[in-house]
Nanobody, 119 residues
Framework: QGLLVESGGGVVQAGGSLRLSCEAS????????MGWYRQAPGKQRELVAS???????YYADSVEGRFTISRDNAKNTVYLQMNSLNAEDTAVYYC?????WGAGPVNYWGQGTQVTVSS
């Protein structure tokens, strides 16, 4: 198991919602900053949303107003709440974190979780 583990992906109908989770392993001391990325077939990986250690957030124009990124520091987990999903949101979603763990700071990618929106 890696330093970051995503969960919450699945198949949902257009207009539905999903919440993705990115949980850091117990060896991670803290998550400094986290980004959620996605990669659709034949497309480049793109940044969807990010959150800093000061809870400053960023959203891509394509998800602004529909997605919400949040963090629970006590659980060392970052979430991506996705509402009003449409077919264009279908992709593998990855979390990427700037982490502090026993060996020092590290940037780490999760393994990805598939989100499929059916029309």
């Amino acid at each position: 198991q890696g330093l970051l583990v995503e969960s919450g992906g699945g198949v949902v109908q257009a207009g539905g919602s999903l919440r993705l989770s990115c949980e850091a392993s117990t060896s991670v001391i803290s998550i400094r900053a986290m980004g959620w990325y996605r990669q659709a077939p034949g497309k480049q990986r793109e940044l969807v949303a990010s959150i800093t250690s000061e809870d400053s957030t960023y959203y891509a124009d394509s998800v602004e107003g529909r997605f919400t990124i949040s963090r629970d520091n006590a659980k060392n987990t970052v979430y991506l709440q996705m509402n009003s999903l449409n077919a264009e949101d279908t992709a593998v979603y990855y979390c990427n974190g700037d982490l502090l763990w026993g060996a020092g700071p590290v940037n780490y990618w999760g393994q990805g979780t598939q989100v499929t929106v059916s029309s």
